[in-house]
Every structure is written in C-alpha cells, then in structure tokens.
C-alpha cells in the first residue's frame, strides 16, 4: 500500500458501504455540533425582534441537558426503524455477506463504558439522595444516572454506525465560529442577541457565548479548538483548510476572553503533544505552525479590536493578556512565522521528508522532564517550602485552599470526605451528582472566598471518586484510557483518529481543574466514541483482510 493511500482520510469505512443508517449518525453528529452549542431556548411573544431567548443563560444547563436527550432518543429511534427496514429490504449479495451484530465483539472500551453505567446505577439505587442520583440535581449539573444512560446510548451508535465524511467536522468548525465570535463580543460588553441584559453586573462578567459561564466556555473550546486545528492539518481539501484556519484563529481569541486558567490547560496540553505527534513529518509540521502562526496573530488583531473599543473588557488573565498584549506575543508570533515559512520552504525542496524517529522521543523526554519537575517543585513549595514568597507564582507553585481559585480548598476536603466515607462508599460512592451533600458541611469555610456552597468538586475525576467511587472512577478511566490506547495503535493505518484524540487530549487535560455537566462533556463522550468507532473499523477492515 502506498503511503499517500494509507494517510487518505477518506479510506475509512471502505469495508462497509455508506447506507441510509450511517448518513443518519451523520446528521445526527451534526446537529450535535451546530445547534448544540448555539442553542439557547427561545419564545415568541409579537414584539419586536418577535423572537427571544428565554431567561438566557439561567437556563442554559437544562435546555442543552434536554436537547442532548431529545436529540439523542430521536437518532436512536430512527436508526432502530432504519435497521429493521434495512434488515428486511437489504439486497441478496449483502445478505450473503456476514454480518457483525450491532451487540457483537463488544471490546474493553464497550465494558468499560457499561460498567461506569452499572457501578452509577448500583450507587444511585443505594445513595441516601437516590431522586437526586437518578435525575440529577435540579440546580446541580443534570450528572445523573439518565445523563449517563444516554452518553451510553450516544456511544453504541456511534461506534456501530459511524462512517467518515468530512463536512461532519466542517460543520463543528463553522458553529464554532458563531460561538467564538459572540464570546469575543460578549467579552467587550457587545451584546447583540440580548442575552446578557437580564442578568446582574456580577453574571454578566461570568456568563459569555451561548455555553455558559467562563469555564465552561473554556471547556468548549478544548473540545472544539484540538480537532478544528488537526483537521487543519491533516484535511486534503485546501477551501476547508481555510476554513478550519479561520475558525482556530476565533477559537483562540475565544480563549483569550474566556479567562480561564483551565482553558489554557487544556489546549496547552494538546499543543504541547501534537508538536511531537507531528514533529517526524515536515508536510505535518509546517500546518501545524501555520495554524499556530494564525492563532497568534488572530490574539494581536484581537488588541486591536480592544483598540477600538477603548480598552474596555471583562477581565482578561495573565497569560492570556501575555498573548494579546504584551511585545512578547509578536515575538512567538514572529517564531512561528519564520518556523512556518522555513517549513513550507523546506517541503518544497524535499517533499514528504520525515526525520529520524528520534526527535519525538527527544521531544517526549523532554515534556517528561518538564511536567515531572513542575510536579516535583509544586510539591517542594507546598510541603517542604511553604515561606518562600513566590508572589504571582504562588496561585501556581503552593499548593494550599486557595490554589486554582480555592479549588484547593475543595479538593483538600473532598479526600477527607473520601477518607471518612464507609467503605461502601469509598467504592461506589454518595451517588452520581450528590457532591454538594456530603461536601455541605464544609460551606462555611467557602464564605471566606465569597462562596457559600458548591455543588462539584471542580476536578471532574475527584468528583467520580466522591459520587460514584473508586468503582465508578476506575470505570471512566478505563473507558478513557483504553478507548485512547486502541485508537493509538490504530493512527499509523488510519490518521482521522489522531483528529478526534485530539479533543480528548484538551477535555482531559482541563477536566483536572472543571466541571462534567451536559453543556460540554456530551460532545467529549461523542469524541472519544468516534476514537472507538475508527478503531473498531479498522479492526474490522483487517480482519476481513
């Protein structure tokens, strides 16, 4: 097999024909990435513009919680008629052929999925809180038992039914534009589909786009910024390319103005590993630094953009006012260009070069070295040094209650919550999102840092271990991680799969300082199910090889 056959993107699925249940997954995906995260429950009431969202962004957990489920039941629903009707009407030459069952060859992501399920079903039956358990906190985050059925239900579908076509992705980046554009102007106190007007000063400046509050909106874009920029490298179709280039440069003028330290973890996570995942291949290499070089220039027109505006915007943090602007953003700008333009030059004289095997594995080390002895000094600073001023570092290098936003404190207390917990519940937890009842005797020292309660432990694995247990934690994890492993080992023969890891990288990475809620995580489920669908397929391909 050539290589430029093997890395075609299009080769996926070839073993199966593209059937009228595989076009309906599709419109199913991209309805999950357009009116997904643009949707904002409106009414009509005769006056002028006719149409309004309703109550805004106090509503905006539960009108994506039940699209996510209307959505969801109705794909289930048609692709249940589509196969009884295709199992009646199919041709004779495909009935001749064997036929994999859609609850055959179940692999260790399918169980371990089913057991986050059971183990969540197990803790919700013999939780204290079991409404709360099944349905989800009212004025919590929906994590209940049914939300978790239907990333179940989204997940089978998907890794049975999943053929690749890319206007799919083409979609997710043009929606994304429509909520990276409106952040940046909801960040400037611009407000055009009034959604910002019925809140108070203090919810205005939290709530942006049609997601949420910052964090969320950061989560959002480490789902949707990773796979916008692989896609810009590794698409054929240059009209796409630029549109991919277009919507990475909102997506990170998005994180500029989202202000969340957890976004920046994220997509720092990704950038960091796709430069070694791409760093052997040049043709890789140089789009990949082509759409660093429009991300940071795109964060420099966005100081112009403040220009015009007066300077006036919601808080911008540190790092990212770095980029947009200090001298120090035109310097990686002006790396990465050069980088860029060397690249590009470079392919041209010698297409197709790859570079030996060892620069990623230098490249790995060093990011190993680098993440361990960041570990190494926070633990130094938190437990050993802790009278050192570190001044603006502190908030990053000691470890203590006010850390990440009082994160700290939440975390410290969740494991002696864990610790105090019977063992029953150190195993399958307090129920699934049932963390504001066993943390509330801690809501007093909240008040300190102008809180008075919470109801997630703002680090979505501490939050399975205290709901759902170890059980339910080592669940998710093995659904993650081997759902990760499988699409690995299956990237060298089919490249889209390093596409969809690369959400899965950036959710991961910022989900150690978030929240799961159904405005975000449904699409990250939706991710690492279409890692599981391309690795399965392949399977599937060589086996009938």
Not at 81 to 109: C, Q
Not at 113 to 124: D, E, H, N, R, V
Not at 279 to 296: G, N, Q
């Amino acid at each position: 097999m050539s290589d430029s056959k093997k890395q075609s993107l299009t080769k996926q699925g070839e073993h199966k024909r593209y059937t009228l249940k595989c076009a309906s997954l599709n419109y199913y995906l991209a309805l999950m990435f357009s009116l997904f995260p643009l949707y904002l429950s409106i009414f009509a009431d005769g006056n002028f513009p006719f149409i309004h969202f309703d109550n805004a962004f106090t509503t905006i957990r539960h009108d994506k919680y039940y699209l996510f489920l209307i959505l969801t039941g109705i794909a289930a629903i048609a692709e249940l008629l589509l196969i009884t009707t295709y199992s009646e009407n199919a041709k004779k030459s495909d009935k001749a052929k064997p036929k994999n069952s859609i609850f055959k060859s179940f692999s260790f992501v399918d169980y371990s999925l089913l057991a986050l399920l059971f183990s969540s079903l197990i803790s919700a039956l013999f939780s204290p809180y079991t409404e709360t358990a099944f349905f989800g906190e009212p004025n919590g985050r929906n994590n209940g038992v049914i939300l978790i059925a239907f990333y179940v239900l989204a997940y089978f579908l998907i890794t049975r039914l999943f053929y690749y076509m890319e206007y799919v992705l083409a979609v997710f980046a043009a929606a994304s534009i429509g909520v990276y554009l409106l952040s940046v102007l909801n960040g400037f106190y611009l407000d055009p589909l009034g959604t910002l007007r019925i809140l108070g000063e203090a919810q205005a400046n939290d709530f942006i786009s049609t997601i949420g509050n910052k964090n969320l909106l950061s989560s959002y874009i480490c789902i949707s910024l990773p796979v916008i920029v692989a896609m810009s490298v590794h698409t054929q179709k240059r009209p796409l390319r630029i549109l991919y280039l277009a919507s990475s440069g909102f997506g990170f003028m998005s994180l500029m103005v989202s202000d969340s330290d957890s976004g920046i973890l994220g997509i720092g996570a990704f950038l960091m590993i796709y430069f070694i995942v791409y760093s052997r291949k040049i043709s890789k290499l140089k789009k990949y630094f082509l759409a660093l070089t429009v991300m940071l220039a795109c964060a420099k027109l966005l100081r112009l953009f403040s220009l015009a505006m007066g300077d006036k915007y919601k808080e911008i943090g540190d790092l990212q006012q770095m980029f947009v602007f200090s001298n120090l953003g035109y310097v990686l700008l002006g790396i990465c260009l050069a980088a860029t333009i060397a690249l590009y030059l470079t392919d041209a004289k010698k297409p197709n070069l790859i570079l030996p095997k060892t620069v990623p594995i230098v490249l790995a080390i060093l990011l190993s070295v680098a993440v361990i002895g960041l570990i190494f000094t926070v633990v130094y600073f938190s437990t050993i040094d802790t009278q050192t001023d570190l001044g603006d570092f502190e908030k990053l290098l000691r470890f203590n209650d006010k850390w990440g936003t009082h994160r700290g404190y939440m975390w410290i207390r969740s494991m002696w919550i864990f610790g105090d917990a019977s063992v029953w519940q150190k195993l399958f937890g307090t129920g699934p999102d049932t963390f504001y009842y066993p943390f509330s005797q801690y809501f007093d020292g909240l008040m300190k840092f102008g809180d008075s309660s919470t109801n997630a432990a703002h680090n979505e694995y501490i939050n399975y271990l205290i709901t759902t247990g170890i059980v339910g934690l080592g669940s998710y994890l093995a659904f993650v991680g081997s759902a990760v492993v499988r699409a690995v080992k299956t990237a060298s023969k089919n490249p889209i799969v390093i596409v969809f890891l690369a959400t899965v990288v950036g959710y991961s990475a910022q989900a150690f300082v978030n929240i799961s809620q159904p405005i975000t995580t449904p699409l990250f489920i939706i991710f690492v199910a279409l890692c599981e669908a391309v690795s399965r397929s392949q399977r599937l391909k060589d086996n009938q090889v």
